[in-house]
């Protein structure tokens, strides 16, 4: 699975939106990108995926540059609630998850 | 609906001791996972069952450590002579593998060996 680079901490005004950058410049052809987070002491929650075209769910959107060696995680309007730790992974789908250290997500009222 | 459960939510036993943590996974998931959380870090593959398939044991750490499914069930995962550096959150998770790419997470148990 490609590696993937992630800034260590952001901090998000609550209200504004949060964009979370990602970059993984060695991604191949049939790896996706997905993006999972951990709220503090609970098991880790997907977000949302995507190969190569931008997608939106009800939680975030995903941009995926159209080199696809960088995304970007858009949670629209951030509240106190999405402060947690949120990974970018690249892999295979269906099978097991490397998480990398992630980025750490503070939003402050 | 109901999602992934695991029991019990937390463990403190002595070194040396076997442990036996559970794992329910969401009904119809055919894929479920193990991973390990050592304090402050990211998430360590321990072993994946997809069905009736053999498992992908790759990622347990010692022959100390065993896991087993009950058809597309629940499943145990067993630590034998516990040592202190198997502390750690051990987190269970599942898929719908064949239409689904998401894997839902459990809550974790958390095992401490003093």
Known sequence: DAKTTQPTSMDCAE??????????STISGNEYVYWYRQIHSQGPQYIIHGLKNN????????????????STLILPHATLRDTAVYYCIVHNAGNMLTFGGGTRLMVKP | GAGVSQSPSNKVTEKG????????PISGHTALYW????????L??????????????????????????????????????TQQEDSAVYLC????RDYYYEQYFGPGTRLTVT
């Open chain 1, 15 to 24: 209200g504004r939106a949060a964009n979370l950058p990602c970059n993984h």
């Open chain 1, 55 to 70: 997608e939106t769910n009800e939680m975030a959107s995903l941009i995926i540059t159209e080199d696809r060696k960088s």
């Open chain 2, 17 to 24: 001791k076997d442990v036996e943590l559970r794992c329910d």
């Open chain 2, 35 to 42: 991973y390990r959380q050592r304090l402050g870090q990211g």
């Open chain 2, 44 to 81: 360590e593959f321990l072993i994946y069952f997809q069905g009736n398939s053999a498992p992908d044991k790759s990622g347990l750490p010692s022959d100390r450590f065993s896991a087993e499914r009950t058809g597309e069930s629940v499943s145990t995962l067993t630590i034998q002579r």
């Open chain 2, 93 to 96: 998770a599942s898929s719908f």
